[in-house]
């Protein structure tokens, strides 16, 4: 199954909130959704889900002709019916989705062992804490056991711990075959989970492409990160090797040939020099962000 997105528009009024978007994913894979506010995530997602329909262009699920019966939606404005218990909640609405009453209850357990909840099975939702609020909200989205799943800020307001869980769950859904996207501000999350990542600015596709890919194409050059047990500004001086000090004690390098950089360190050593730690450095999704950002500022500062 692979969804297919063919150059879509929607405006509202005088806005055009998404603007020519193209892109497609298949199953078993997570796309990342990034973009400032107003980039138009919210809009396409609403599109993918036929809540709106595009001005122009087509949103299809090649290969299979219901499945946007079976989409799994995890909303960023978490709405649950608080007087209900855990198990009242999710049977109701996976029932609503199309699973009989077995069904239901079986995947449901299933899921609030995974989330580590399954005591809460016959507790009111407002006696829940607001981590295992979320963790109800998710099942909620997965309990009908969809072929595409939709996340939007999933792991907002959590802790470590629930963070931790929820990338479990989430990782095992991708690898028992879902089309899952998944829309994020932790740009750090989205690096280390999606296959594929959509940069979206004002409506438009600004970066699209697997992830490694796109990290090496923004990497200019190479850079090493040297940490010694000591000072050596001086050395390093006296060998006119440019550097920048993210801390105390530790170097960080530049360099067209990553060779380059490793004689660098093996010379440290033959010159008595304690190396702690080398390493390449690789640029972030956040650097690549960030990066975006400042140069938009800076066009629109000209």
Do not use: V
């Given at each position: 199954m692979r969804l297919q997105v063919s150059n879509v528009y929607k405006s509202y009024d005088e806005v055009k909130a998404v603007n020519g978007i193209s892109f497609s994913i298949a199953h078993g894979k997570i796309m990342g959704m990034i973009g400032r506010n107003g980039a138009g995530k919210t809009t396409l997602i609403k599109m993918i889900m036929s809540i709106i329909q595009p001005d122009h262009g087509s949103v299809s699920f090649e290969y299979e002709d219901d499945v946007k019966t079976q989409i799994g939606y995890l909303p960023e404005e978490r709405g649950l019916y608080l007087n209900m218990t855990v198990k009242d909640q999710l049977m109701f609405l996976a029932q609503l989705n199309g699973l009989n009453k077995m069904e239901?209850?079986?995947?449901?357990?299933?899921?609030?062992?995974?989330?580590?909840?399954?005591?809460?099975?016959?507790?009111?939702?407002?006696?829940?804490?607001?981590?295992?609020k979320q963790k109800v909200q998710l099942i909620s989205s997965l309990a009908h056991d969809p072929k595409v799943l939709i996340l939007d800020e999933p792991f907002s307001g959590l802790d470590p711990v629930n963070v931790s869980m929820f990338k479990k769950v989430i990782r095992k859904c991708r690898d028992n075959g879902k089309l899952i996207i998944m829309s994020s501000h932790r740009l750090e999350d989205v690096e280390e989970m999606c296959d594929h990542v959509l940069f979206l600015k004002k409506g438009e596709v600004l970066i699209q492409g697997d992830v490694e890919t796109i990290k090496d194409q923004y990497s200019a050059g190479n850079k090493a990160l040297y940490i010694t047990s000591e000072?050596?500004?001086?050395?390093?001086?006296?060998?006119?090797?440019?550097?920048?000090?993210?801390?105390?004690?530790?170097?960080i390098v530049e360099g067209n040939d990553y060779d380059v950089l490793l004689s660098i360190g093996i010379e440290m050593i033959e010159n008595n020099i304690e190396l702690l730690k080398f390493e390449k450095v690789q640029v972030t999704l956040n650097d690549i962000f960030i990066k975006e950002l400042d140069d938009e500022l800076e066009k629109n500062l000209a």
């Open positions: 239901a209850l079986k995947n449901i357990k299933y899921y609030l062992n995974e989330l580590e909840i399954l005591k809460y099975l016959n507790t009111k939702i407002k006696e829940l804490s607001k981590g295992n000072n050596i500004d001086s050395y390093l001086n006296e060998k006119n090797i440019f550097y920048k000090k993210p801390r105390e004690n530790s170097y």
